[in-house]
């Protein structure tokens, strides 16, 4: 399992995808599943909030979440005008528990912010959601020490577009940084930008979830 002592000590910043790389993604999507199943029942009475609730984990550990609404609605029998409320949830979801980072990147985060260096954010994701998964997570006073990039608002990874500002905007160069992700648009990214890429599974090789 990589750690902080095996990277490059001169190394002055760390880029961080949200989803999948600070925290599980799937901890977020299920509890909006979870609100959106309580919502049907309390509006329609069936299906019951378990079962509905039961299916969209099912779909999604199977399927992923592309197209879970459509799947719902069909296996269920609720409105199609319900899927406003399905995508309002994705973007204004109160949780009922905290979103909880990997350990291993939290005590990764915290040693980089021990050792006086940077750590940004730079995610692919819709701002308003990104936001409000943000809002929602557990930073143990780390948010103090980050900067939050939305790629969108610049141009979406892998263009490098977003990391030339970065780099401008904070007086620092290219071999500076290392870019920490999980996905091929994260690694292509690092490459575009001529920067450092770690795969977030080389921190958390020994418990991916």
């Known amino acids: 399992m990589l750690e902080y002592r095996d990277l490059d000590p001169k190394k002055k910043a760390f880029v961080f995808e949200l989803d999948n790389v600070i925290y599980p993604e799937k901890d977020y999507l299920?509890?909006?599943?979870?609100?959106?199943?309580?919502?049907?029942?309390?509006?329609?009475?069936?299906?019951?909030?378990?079962?509905?609730?039961?299916?969209?984990?099912?779909?999604?550990?199977?399927?992923?979440e592309e197209g879970i609404f459509e799947r719902a609605a069909e296996a269920f029998g609720f409105d199609d005008k319900y899927r406003v409320n399905?995508?309002?949830?994705?973007?204004?979801?109160?949780?009922?528990?905290?979103l909880l980072m990997y350990k291993e990147v939290l005590k990764l985060l915290q040693e980089i912010i021990i050792d006086r260096k940077q750590i940004f954010i730079v995610t692919n994701g819709k701002p308003e959601i990104q936001l409000n998964k943000i809002r929602q997570m557990e930073w143990n006073g780390l948010e103090q020490y980050l900067k939050v990039f939305y790629a969108t608002e610049v141009k979406l990874k892998p263009e490098p577009d977003v990391l030339s500002y970065i780099l401008q905007d904070n007086n620092l160069v290219r071999k500076d940084?290392?870019?920490?992700?999980?996905?091929?648009?994260?690694?292509?990214?690092?490459?575009?930008?001529?920067?450092?890429?770690?795969?977030v599974d080389d921190i958390l090789r020994l418990n991916l979830y």
């Open 86 to 98: 399905f995508d309002m949830l994705h973007s204004t979801a109160i949780l009922p528990l905290k």
């Open 177 to 199: 940084v290392i870019v920490f992700g999980g996905t091929q648009i994260d690694e292509d990214f690092a490459a575009a930008c001529g920067v450092d890429y770690i795969n």
């Open 30 to 64: 299920l509890q909006v599943y979870y609100l959106f199943s309580n919502f049907i029942e309390f509006t329609e009475g069936v299906p019951s909030s378990a079962d509905l609730t039961e299916f969209f984990k099912t779909v999604y550990f199977h399927h992923g």
